[in-house]
Antibody, heavy 117, light 108 residues
């Protein structure tokens, strides 16, 4: 059974960088059959696709966030990560990592990141 | 960007009733790459349907998806108590991927 777990600070100051890591267990990121995604959900709102990465390191981002987002992968640790720079209160959300083979079939439990001074 | 519109915003039904949820896209979804998810409070979304009509592993057959092009439907044939939740559609055929705003199915 594939499991994903997000980790990282729950509080980030405005203008700083949000950094999260997703650890994958029960399956290998390097299998090549899937890509690995970050999705967020603003409080009480819908879902927003941030971007995804293949094990090779090729990444694709939502154009609305592309100038501030970097997704990276560490196959040796079976992890992938999200960095979002210059955050504002509008980036306060629950951040999910997910395995994607078309649709997102396995999700982490999500982690709330609050942007506040 | 493909904008997804879901209707109704809220659906109030009783257990045992049939639920019909709609998802309309602003342009044709490539290859019917349209998924449906169920989300309960405090939980991550759960994949129900992918490719417009293919149930994900372990999903009961009371859930079914249909549609193509710009119009898609999720049907729950007989609502069970655990089915009361928010349902989102998601298109992954056009970049960027987008989600609908959700339909809440609550108990009448």
């Amino acid at each position: 059974q594939v499991q994903l777990q997000e980790s990282g600070p729950g509080l980030v100051k405005p203008s700083q960088t949000l950094s999260l890591t997703c650890t994958v267990s029960g399956g290998s990121i390097s299998s090549g059959a899937y890509y690995w995604s970050w999705i967020r959900q603003h409080p009480g709102k819908g879902l927003e696709w941030i971007g995804y990465i293949f094990y090779s390191g090729n990444a694709y981002y939502n154009p609305s966030l592309e100038s501030r987002v970097t997704i990276s992968v560490d196959t040796s640790k079976n992890q992938f990560s999200l960095e979002l720079t210059s955050v504002t209160a509008a980036d306060t959300a629950v951040y999910y990592c997910a395995r994607v083979g078309g649709a997102a079939d396995y999700w982490g439990q999500g982690t709330l990141v609050t942007v506040s001074s | 960007e493909v904008v997804l519109t879901q209707s109704p915003g809220t659906l109030s039904l009783s257990p045992g009733e049939r639920a019909t949820l709609s998802c309309r896209a602003s342009q044709s979804v490539y290859n019917s790459y349209l998924a449906w998810y169920q989300q309960k409070p405090g939980q991550a979304p759960r994949l129900l349907i992918q490719g417009a009509s293919n149930r994900a592993t372990g999903i009961p057959d009371r859930f079914s998806g249909s549609g193509s092009g710009t119009d898609f439907t999720l049907t729950i044939s007989r609502l069970e108590p655990e089915d009361f939740a928010v349902y989102y559609c998601h298109q992954y055929g056009n970049s960027p991927e987008t989600f609908g705003p959700g339909t809440k199915v609550d108990i009448k």
